[in-house]
């Protein structure tokens, strides 16, 4: 692993009852970058974030998260290591508040027990007071002040995701894993979450590794894109690059899709990739 690397990730290959989910996966993250993941629904793009999160657990290969073997860690040990992640459903706690479900991430590094936190004595207190305080930048820095004391149930959807990202970075994390957050937002939405996003990986020194289907925030955000298909690295380019490349639309239009009406209009196939491409038959996400 280079001096500026990251995440390294070899020859990763997951099966599940039988399917070949993942086939010989490769590719590094660099420090500070922003990394995409795309490709077709069944790609098997949340499959390989579920092994970076060790929620699957791969049939081959390595992991490797600066000096330390990622698959040799505990799911739970994650947060200590400085991972945090979102999927791409909202879970947050609706009959709680912004700041309660923010506090929420960070109780991952508390150390209270059951007991002390129960009867909220002592050290539970204690830790409870400065997650609430290690929690007030992250409120500042994604806007979320003015609605600090509303129950999350009142709250349009977008600041709903932006309480989810608060969330992840609770826990004080140097590489942000997420799972298409422009999910189920219109296109307003997922501008205003970029600039979200952008503002947190800059403020917070974030690497960030997203898988998105939106190809507009892909090329907005990315500074490379991982591409895959059945499980398959197509191509590691600059986004701009991989969704022009040839394998890629293939990958996205199939080969039984109709043809452009204009041939000379091929290369701009890419631009009019769906943000949520046809659902591969077979596949998984």
């Known amino acids: 692993m280079t001096g500026d690397t990251l995440l390294e990730v070899q020859d990763v290959e997951l099966a599940i009852g039988g399917l070949q989910i993942l086939r010989g996966v490769s590719f590094a993250v660099r420090r500070d970058e922003f990394f995409t993941v795309i490709g077709p629904n069944g790609a098997g793009k949340t499959s390989l974030l579920n092994v970076l999160s060790r929620i699957y657990r791969p049939t081959r290969g390595s992991v490797r998260f600066g000096d330390v073997d990622l698959l040799a860690q505990h799911r739970t040990a994650l947060s200590g290591l400085g991972i945090a992640r979102t999927f791409q459903n909202l879970a947050l706690f609706d009959d709680m508040d912004v700041m309660d479900n923010v506090v929420l991430g960070r109780h991952r590094l508390m150390r209270s027990g059951v007991a ?76 205003e979450l970029a600039e979200w996003i952008l503002v947190a990986k800059r403020e917070l020194g974030l690497t ?57 209009e091929t290369g701009n196939i890419a631009l009019r990739i769906p943000r949520h491409s046809r659902r591969r038959k077979g596949g998984v996400r």
């Open 116 to 191: 002390t936190g129960a009867v909220w004595f002592g050290r539970a207190r204690r830790e409870e007071r400065l997650a609430r305080q290690a929690c007030e930048p992250l409120i500042d820095l994604l806007g979320l002040g003015d609605h600090l004391t509303r129950p999350v149930r009142d709250l349009p959807y977008g600041i709903k995701k932006r309480i989810e990202l608060a969330r992840a970075l609770a826990v004080d994390p140097t590489l942000l894993l997420l799972d298409e957050p422009a999910a189920g937002m219109n296109d307003e939405e997922t501008d």
């Open 208 to 264: 960030v590794v997203m898988i998105e289907h939106d190809m507009g925030m892909v090329t907005r955000l990315g500074d490379r894109s991982l591409v895959l298909d059945f499980g398959t690295v197509i191509t590691v380019e600059a986004p701009s690059v991989a969704i022009a490349d040839p394998r890629v639309i293939s990958a996205y239009l199939g080969d039984d899709s109709d043809e452009p009406e204009d041939p000379t």
